[in-house]
């Protein structure tokens, strides 16, 4: 057992606390079990405009005209010797004589000797009056930042709306059966954006979603706005544990999205039954999105991908944002679409 340090009289004592705190730059106070001063740092008197000769020997609370003299902090202070207990970041916001208004951030322990009959308490005193103010302008930028999202969040699924119906009413009226088809087709995909915009509208940027959810919103979504009742389709989501931050689940939305529109326009053209499977499996930092049809294929067999479609041009550019490659399998049984990410 190591042996107890004794100071030789309670005068060495005080020495060695006056050395050791006078070269602390923040301010710190040592108080003996009465709670009277017994040194203090340079940094406490320049900080708080008083002198040692109006300090040491001087009842805590007695300082700056009563400036300590809280009753929650004296009961505090009072328990530390004789509890063996500690005081850790108490704020204590104050009107001080000579600094004005201020945040302080108080932490207390029993030094020295637990034994010695003067044991004294170390009483350090941090100034968070700027940490304190910055931290509630970023609380009010984030407030700000967040209503402005919602806001922009608002007016977009609006626009989008809007979008929306007019080219669905412009292509009721064109005479073109081609150019109806494009207008429908880009109907479709003015929807899908605005299904993924509804599923992210409570995230904020940087923010973490958790897949699985997100995917089952979202293909709810999709079925009853491009499948319901009309078609005996089955749109399902089979996906594992695994979070993204929000730009890379929308554009994993946008994936499934694509995925979904193209196998609704071309594995089930005939209007036979059917079902689509939309996978997200995770292993650690890879993770594998897949949708699969049981529909009538695609007339590209096996691996060769047909490369002027629409669909098929955003889900590569989507899938090389994410640092992700894309594998299509096709034949009579149906059609599987991968996105396949490995670190």
Not at 55 to 78: C, H, S
Not at 166 to 185: N, P, W
Request: with cysteine; aromatic share 4%; proline share 3%.
């Amino acid at each position: 057992m190591p042996k107890r340090f004794h100071f030789n009289d309670v005068k060495d004592g005080r020495m060695l606390a006056a050395a050791i705190v006078d070269t602390v730059r923040e301010p710190l106070v040592v108080l003996d079990r009465d709670l009277r001063v017994v040194t203090a740092s340079r940094s406490f008197y320049r900080s708080f405009g008083v002198k040692p000769q109006n300090t040491v020997g001087q009842m805590f609370y007695d300082l700056g005209g009563g400036q300590w003299n809280i009753p929650a902090l004296r009961k505090l202070l009072e328990n530390v010797i004789p509890k063996r207990r500690a005081i850790e970041a108490y704020e204590v916001e104050h009107e001080f004589p000579h600094i004005g208004r201020r945040m302080m951030l108080l932490n207390a322990r029993q030094v020295f000797d637990e034994e010695h009959p003067d044991s004294a308490l170390l009483l350090a005193i941090e100034d968070i009056t700027e940490r304190h103010a910055a931290e509630r302008e970023k609380d009010e930028l984030l407030r700000e930042k967040e209503l402005l999202l919602q806001e922009m969040q608002h007016r977009i699924a609006n626009s989008l709306q809007i979008i929306a119906s007019i080219l669905m009413l412009k292509a009721r009226t064109v005479q073109s059966e081609e150019t109806r088809m494009h207008l429908q087709d880009a109907h479709q995909r003015v929807m899908s954006v605005a299904a993924v915009q509804q599923q992210l509208k409570a995230s904020g940027l940087g923010d973490r979603i958790e897949i699985a959810p997100y995917l089952s919103k979202l293909c709810e979504s999709l079925e009853n706005s491009m499948i319901g009742n009309r078609r005996p389709l089955s749109l399902v989501v089979q996906a594992g544990a695994g979070t993204a931050v929000s730009n890379e689940a929308v554009s994993i939305g946008l994936i499934v999205t694509e995925l979904v529109i193209n196998a609704l326009k071309h594995a089930f053209a005939d209007g036979s039954e059917g079902k689509i499977l939309v996978k997200y499996d995770v292993d650690g930092a890879d993770w594998r999105l897949s949708v699969s049809d049981n529909g009538i294929g695609r007339e590209d067999q096996g691996h060769e991908r047909a490369r002027s479609g629409l669909g098929t041009s955003i889900v590569d550019a989507l899938a090389r944002q994410l640092d992700a490659r894309v594998e299509v399998s096709s034949g009579p049984q149906g059609t599987l679409v991968s996105i396949i990410h490995a670190a």
